[in-house]
């Protein structure tokens, strides 16, 4: 089994302290994020065990390490990440919504690839939501 190389794109609240505590006792190689805000990535990176913070998506998305990522940005910024993301053969994480409109989801659907994608439908695995079901 492949190691995760994980990139990460969005290093905000929920990133910082719900996605990224998740994955402290994982098996996976945590390379590089990235924010808008370059402190915020090197606070974030540091945190968290990264080898490199950057303001630059493309240190992600064109990085033939990382074969994994998370994209925890702003939502009109997700559909165009994903699909980046699925273009250069990674496995891609985001936060819901996958995409504002049907147009953007037929571009993500167009793109031929083996990879997974999934998105952060978080509360199908709330404890209340699995009881009522």
């Not at 936060?95 to 031929?112: F, G, H, S």
């Not at 990879?115 to 199908?124: A, H």
Request: glycine letters at 6%; a positive charge.
């Amino acid at each position: 089994q492949e190691k995760i190389v994980l990139g990460v794109i969005g290093a905000g609240n929920y990133t910082n302290q719900t996605l990224l505590p998740a994955m402290n006792n994982q098996s996976l190689r945590k390379h590089t994020i990235v924010s808008s805000g370059g402190m915020t990535s090197v606070h974030v990176g540091k945190r968290h065990g990264f080898e490199i913070a950057s303001t630059d998506i493309n240190h992600v998305i064109q990085d033939k390490d990382i074969n994994a990522m998370f994209i925890t940005t702003r939502h009109d910024s997700h559909a165009e990440l994903v699909k980046k993301g699925l273009e250069e053969n990674k496995n891609v994480f985001v936060e819901k919504p996958l995409c504002l409109t049907l147009d953007e989801l037929d571009e993500i659907k167009a793109v031929k690839t083996s990879c997974i994608l999934m998105v952060g439908f978080n509360r199908r695995f709330s404890p209340h939501i699995i009881k009522m079901k």
